[in-house]
């Protein structure tokens, strides 16, 4: 009898839990996403073009691809959700997975729709819009250049980057501590800092012996003024009691600075690094338009000179990848160093 009444409610258990897998929203977007992948396969491969477009076929398979990809979600979900612990790493990941699911449909419909307007029916008119055939020509045909001008952004955005935020960070640091020391710098800060950088174009293609060298200037500057501003602010804002619990136990002034402002501010440093990010990439675009020889705003510019439009897309994708990355990779820095403040700050 008490065999049966534990086998009885672990067997309702079994069967909720393979309910709940089974009616679950995501594994019937999962399910959705891989037939938008498939429809849109069907298209490419039965729908002629107007026009003979390179790579067709490495679309359909790049198609193919993301249904299995997207049906691979699913079984996985369904899996892990009749037979795993709620709590578990494994169910943890597959869920994440399960997360991207609505946007594996949504891009399923998005790329056959641009497909559809472009070199089905040819809506849009050429050669200012490009089916996605045409980008993985780009990808295909053109790395080598596309990849030597990323590789030439990146060490300009990286200069001048670190340049401007050594340079905002010990400004900040010096202004929010120093009363004699922002007397005279607080106000060429309000003045200078926010000025566009790219005003400064022509005075730096002047003053600066390179190109390059003009434009790591542009850079930093970019990146400079919201480092400072924010240091200051984060440094002014500590608490005179930690100050007076530092100094009773003997600090110094470089302990105080250090092991005290400093690591107090953190948080508004970390806002100000992600500023300037954003505003060092803008300058490096316009920077490498007007006086670099390499990179990808002077890729972009190449392209636009000579019409080709699907070139540009190409690169403004790649620049979007870069950007985003790159703030990734600095919200991953804050988390690991300010742990106490993880998920506080949403990217």
Known sequence: MSTQTQTFPRANLAADAASTARHDP?????GLAALGWLGGAAITQWWPA?????????????????????AGIGVAGWRVNTS?????????????WLNATP???????????????TAQIEWLPRPFFAPPQALLAVYADDLPRLASSVGHSFVLLAYGYVCGALTGFVVGVSIGWSKAVGYW??????????LPATAWLPLAFFFFPSSFSASVFLIALAAAFPVAVLTWSGVASVSSAYY???????????????????PAALPSVFVGLFMGLGASFAVLIVAEMMGVKAGLGW???????????????????VMALMCSGL?????????????????LLKW
């Open 185 to 194: 710098l607080h106000p060429v800060l309000r003045l200078v800092g926010p």
């Open 26 to 30: 995501k594994l019937i977007v999962s």
């Open 50 to 70: 107007l026009d003979d477009w390179p790579y067709t076929r490495e679309l359909l398979i790049l198609k193919l691809l993301f249904a299995v990809l997207s």
């Open 84 to 96: 795993t612990p709620a709590a578990s790493a494994k169910r943890l990941r597959v869920q994440a």
């Open 244 to 262: 007076d619990v530092a100094r009773t136990l003997g600090a110094r002034p470089s302990f105080l600075i250090l092991r005290v402002a400093i």
């Open 103 to 117: 946007w594996l449909l949504a891009l399923s419909i998005g790329l056959t729709a641009w497909e559809v307007v």
């Open 327 to 343: 703030i990734t990779m600095l919200f991953r820095v804050r988390d690991r160093l300010l742990t106490w403040q993880k998920g």
């Open 299 to 317: 890729y972009l510019q190449w392209a636009q000179g000579w019409a080709a439009y699907s070139n540009m897309y190409a690169a403004l994708l």
